[in-house]
């Protein structure tokens, strides 16, 4: 059954986009679900899985425990999958297919523990580092290529230490792999960092200011958060793209990344005809877990979006006070120059000293508010929109299973018709037809709930990740203020003395 | 509109004692006469203040006795003795500056404007905040109201003013009103002039080494002051402007912690920690921002408010100055005229009495000068000297009790996780 669901199509030419919306699963992949023969015929009557919600209160069971092969790094079946153009949107080969075994088979399943992140008896042991941007080429074709460092002790990869260099479009086209591979099926890939033209030109320019030395220090902070939460997806980790991007030398170059080429322009078509599709759509939901956390999403949106907004004011402000503290240290210090009674003058000179000290604290704590706070808020408000994209296309493949019902009662009808009028050539074809439909219906459930139980998971690592993240980082802010307030102490009580001594 | 008493709202200047408010000058209290602001009162567009006497003077009906003075009767008592050609040899203490209420109320206004955008307790924490704002504004008129006072009660000529008594006596009301558009006009005029003369003046290298230098110090002083004070106000916004970053940081903490506190408690005991997590920071920044506040308001009383008063005085001292050079400019030109008299043999005794007088006037002036000048020497010595002590002190004690705050609650996080 394994082998079976390895072996993509091989035939499958039609590399279509999910947002098409037309007969996503050819033929061949029906191979995929035949093997559990056992499935009931009752399945197509479940709505949308609501037998399973109070199975699922907490979290569900290990839907990988029964994984035990690992991709082995030189199966033909990778070469295939390894793209360079739009992915065909087809399954691959990560989770396995007992993903689609009979509902029963899952309850049996007595451990509903959290999920674990461990694979194959691989716990997740993973530090990437994107370091040393340098320029490569000249004028407006020049780009920056970054040095990403793995250190890994996981028997995925072929060695321990590695690195590669990557350039940012390298970055976009994995994710965009990543995006048409998963997101349909409910995973939440995290999205790549922003382009940005302006901050580009300047560097391809050469200017070597405060401004884009600061720019590449942003991107390049964003790329290696990008690859960690990644990496840190047990089921993307194990993606062929990624694992291709992580470790050869040469990568193949991601054009249609480019904003204004065909394929940007195609995205961009693709978006808008999205947009008002998801307006139209309106969903019988039935699990109200569902209704809730969408809820709970747009709250958070909404809180993050305006915390990042206020942290942002911070950093603004920490730094107009570390630049008018320097400008304030200036004149104190000229104060003191112009003054004629000695010890004052000293004291005002030792003053000017403090608020010099103070200049650079405000501005390590600005750089501190920004990469630590901001920057992680920044990233969750993009994570967010992931998410809802998510949530977007579990109800396009509800409407998907819906319309295919429809269909299937059109067709029934004609048979019955036919049968009425009894035209036997017409009714093999009919009958045929019919089958036909049936079949797609129960795929379109058998999806359907595939997506919503993935999403289930997801959300549940999603939220785990979330918390581990903010606290994490709020600590590490904690400390950082900490520092500040220690230095603090120390220069005042440097100064102190000194304006004791003026007499 | 608000009426607000000394005696109200947060302990915000609380270290203040209720003496007399020397914040900015070193006066030695002298129980001959003793003059403190005792109560203040602010209505729409003006502030009412209570000026309290206590005195043994024989020239006081009464030992102890109260008015109320607004503004603009200080402003006419500063200006009486400007003009007053007695006292060209002394540093007039520098008038109060107007109680300017304008920002604060246009903040308050936008803020009832808004009410309705924002949650209950969103608008009762930034009402509190403005009108703790308005507070530290409103006492620090009062407090600059009350050292014009006891500067002049405290130096040994002015104290005897005759305008002064009535100042503190009369308990009408002056009937002094504020100068008109012509009045206002004419003073922009004369300042015009006098800056000009002050040049030409200055021009003119003074014999006498001691006033050399200071002429030389006071203007050089002067400019420094002027800026330090303008950066330190600068920078003393940044700061308020940051804390209030702080203060909306730790509501949207608080919401995201009361949100998670319901969704996270089906992902089991450690999640539903991560809310209280969230609180729990969202507490210390509440707690943090308070005293990033009181950094930036005890900033501004002790740097930026002695900055400004020692612009002041500075330009007292130097308009001291200015007189002083005016009046040798007339003994000379006097001294000149008497030679051409003699010369022409013409209106002698006139031209002599002139020149007598005009020498007796620069000789008293240099004398007191010379003396004033010493002790602006020595008061801003002293209260540079206390500002600075208090500045550190507090800012330690600001910066010790910050990191108590935020270590206690890195503990408490991390043994919770």
Redesign the interface.
């Known amino acids: 059954m394994a082998d079976t669901a390895r072996d993509p199509p091989p035939e499958l030419s039609d590399f279509q986009e999910v947002q098409d919306g037309e007969d996503l699963f050819p033929e061949p992949s029906a191979t995929l679900e035949s093997g559990p023969a056992s499935l009931p015929a009752d399945n197509s009557t479940n709505s949308n899985g609501s037998k399973q919600d109070s199975l699922f209160d907490d979290d569900p069971e290990d839907l990988f425990a029964e994984a035990t092969e690992e991709v082995s790094l030189d199966s033909p079946e990778r070469d295939v999958l390894l793209s360079d153009g739009p992915s065909p949107a087809i399954t691959p080969i990560t989770p396995p297919c007992s993903l689609i075994t009979p509902h029963m088979d899952m309850f049996t399943h007595s451990s509903f523990d959290e999920i674990e992140e461990e694979e194959g008896g691989d716990s997740f042991d993973m530090n990437i580092s994107v370091s040393d941007p340098e320029k490569v080429g000249d004028g407006m074709h020049a780009y920056m290529a970054y040095k990403v460092s793995i250190k890994t002790s996981m028997s995925l990869f072929r060695t321990h230490e590695f690195s590669v260099k990557r350039r940012f479009s390298d970055f976009l086209g994995l994710h965009s792999k990543l995006a048409s591979k998963y997101l349909h099926m409910g995973y939440i890939v995290p999205p790549a960092p922003e382009k940005s033209i302006v901050g580009m030109t300047k560097v391809k320019v050469g200017k070597e200011d405060q401004s884009s030395n600061e720019f590449l220090e942003k991107r390049r902070s964003a790329l290696e958060r990008y690859l960690m939460r990644t990496v840190q997806h047990p089921t993307l980790l194990k993606d062929p793209d990624v694992l291709q991007f992580l470790e050869s030398s040469e990568l193949p170059r991601a054009v249609s990344t480019q904003a204004l080429s065909s394929a940007g322009i195609l995205r961009m078509v693709n978006k808008a005809a999205e947009a008002v599709n998801k307006m139209t759509i309106k969903m019988n939901e039935s699990d109200a877990w569902f209704e809730e956390k969408q809820q709970h999403f747009e709250n958070l949106d909404v809180q993050l979006r305006k915390l990042h907004a206020s942290v942002e004011s911070l950093v603004c402000h920490r730094r107009e006070l570390s630049v008018n503290t320097a400008l304030f240290a200036k004149s104190a210090a000229m104060l003191g120059n112009s003054e004629d009674h000695t010890a004052l003058s000293r004291a005002l000179s030792q003053l000017a000293e403090v608020e010099e000290k103070m200049d650079q604290l405000h501005q390590d704590q600005a750089h501190a508010d920004f990469y630590c706070f901001s920057e992680l808020l920044g990233d969750y408000v993009r994570l967010l929109t992931a998410v809802k994209c998510v949530f977007d296309h579990r109800m396009k493949t509800w409407q998907k299973w819906q319309d295919g019902q429809i269909h299937l009662q059109k067709k029934r009808e004609a048979e019955a018709k036919l049968q009425f009028n009894n035209k036997p050539e017409k009714l093999q074809q009919a009958k045929e037809d019919m089958r036909e439909m049936e079949g797609k219906v129960q795929q379109g459930e058998r999806d359907f709930e595939l997506i919503s139980k993935t999403i289930r998971r997801e959300v549940s690592r999603f939220e785990k990740e979330r918390v581990k993240d903010f606290k994490s980082i709020i600590l590490k802010y904690l400390e950082s203020l900490v520092l500040t307030q220690q230095k603090l102490i120390k220069y005042w009580d440097a100064f102190l003395p000194e304006a004791k001594a003026i007499s | 509109m608000m009426q607000e008493g000394l005696d109200d709202g947060p302990d915000f200047l609380s270290e203040e004692d209720r003496g007399p408010r020397a914040v900015n000058v070193d006066l030695q209290t002298d129980a001959t006469l003793q003059v403190d602001i005792s109560d203040a009162l602010s209505e729409r567009d003006k502030v009412k203040f209570t000026v309290h006497t206590k005195s043994t003077l024989p020239n006081f009906k009464q030992n102890e006795f109260s008015v109320v003075r607004q503004h603009e009767e200080f402003i006419w008592l500063h200006d009486s003795f400007v003009e007053n050609e007695e006292y060209a040899g002394y540093i007039i203490p520098p008038a109060p500056p107007r109680p300017d209420f304008d920002a604060s109320r246009e903040k308050l206004q936008k803020l009832g404007e808004g009410e309705g955008s924002m949650t209950k307790e969103e608008f009762t924490k930034m009402k509190q905040e403005l009108e703790a704002e308005y507070l530290a504004i409103f006492k620090k008129t009062v407090a600059m109201h009350e050292v014009f006072l006891c500067r002049v009660a405290a130096h040994p000529v002015l104290r005897k003013d005759l305008n002064f008594h009535v100042f503190l006596e009369y308990n009408q009301d002056l009937s002094v009103r504020g100068k008109n558009k012509k009045e206002k006009l004419e003073d922009f005029f004369k300042n015009v002039v006098k800056s000009a003369d002050g040049v030409l003046v200055a021009g003119v290298k003074d014999v006498d080494d001691f006033f050399e230098h200071e002429k030389t ?1 006071l203007l ?2 002067h400019n ?2 002027k ?2 004070s303008a ?2 106000d ?2 003393i916004r ?2 308020k ?2 804390a209030d ?2 203060n ?2 730790a509501s ?2 608080y ?2 912690g009361t ?2 506190n319901t ?2 408690c ?3 005991p ?2 539903w920690a ?1 809310s209280r ?2 609180l729990k ?1 969202s507490e ?1 920044f509440e707690k ?1 921002r308070k005293i990033e506040a009181r950094v930036a308001a005890d900033e501004d009383l002790k740097l930026a408010d002695l900055l400004k008063y020692y612009l002041r005085e500075s330009q007292a001292a130097k308009d001291l100055l200015y007189r002083r050079s005016r009046a040798l400019v007339d003994y000379e030109n006097a001294n000149k005229a008497l030679d051409k008299a003699r010369a022409k043999n013409r209106d002698v005794l006139q031209a002599e009495t002139s020149q007598q007088l005009c020498c007796h006037k620069f000789e008293k002036i240099s004398e007191s000068a010379k003396q004033e000048l010493i002790d602006f ?1 020595t008061r ?2 002293a209260a ?2 206390k500002n ?2 208090e ?3 507090l ?2 004690k600001h ?2 009790g ?2 108590q705050l ?2 206690s ?2 503990v408490v ?2 043994g919770n ?1």
């Open positions: 110090f050089e002083y420094r002051v800026d330090a950066k330190s600068r920078m940044a700061h402007n940051a970053d702080i909306r940081i949207s903490l919401v995201l949100q998670d969704d996270l089906k992902y089991g450690t999640c991560a997590f969230f920071v210390l943090t020497k801003r010595v540079f000297r600075l002590v500045l550190a002190e800012e330690l910066a010790k910050n990191l935020v270590h609650c890195l996080l991390k996780t």
